[in-house]
Each structure stands twice: as structure tokens, then as C-alpha cells.
């Protein structure tokens, strides 16, 4: 299957942009006060979240990986012609 170049660069930027979402996302969660119970221990909120972010986090890295492949192979098109 072949993609666009655009295609493939607009999920090559949504990878990106979704790592750089989730991991300020990580921060405010680690720091929230809704994530830990007053014995240190992590909130259902948290692990929720937790999963919710470790989630995106692949799914993110897969679509960014697919965009960086059709832009390689487009490039690899480009060349050759």
C-alpha cells in the first residue's frame, strides 16, 4: 500500500506531536494530588491514567513510525525518478 508524501508527513507529525502531549501529561498526573492516597499509595485515577498514557504512548510511536516509513519511501520515489 502507498501513501502521499502529506499523508505520510501528517502522521509522522501527529507521533511527535502525540509524544509531546502525553509526556507533559505524565508530569502533571506524577504531580497531581488526586494520584496518590494519603499513605503514598497511587489512586485508581492514577492507574487508569497511567494505562491511558502508556497506551497512547504506543500508539503514537506506531503512527510516527508508519509516517517515517511513507516518508522514507517517498523520498526513495523521488530519487529514483
Do not use: C
Request: aromatic letters at 14%.
Amino acid at each position: 500500500m502507498r501513501i502521499s508524501r502529506g499523508t505520510a508527513m501528517a502522521l509522522f507529525a501527529f507521533g511527535i506531536w502525540s509524544w509531546i502531549i502525553w509526556i507533559t501529561f505524565a508530569k502533571n498526573l506524577w504531580a497531581s494530588n488526586q494520584s496518590w492516597a494519603a499513605d503514598g499509595s497511587p489512586t485508581g485515577y492514577f492507574i487508569v491514567h497511567a494505562v491511558l498514557t502508556v497506551v497512547s504512548f504506543v500508539l503514537g510511536t506506531a503512527i510516527g513510525l508508519l509516517g517515517w516509513r511513507g516518508i522514507r519511501a517517498t523520498s526513495k520515489e523521488r530519487a529514483n525518478t
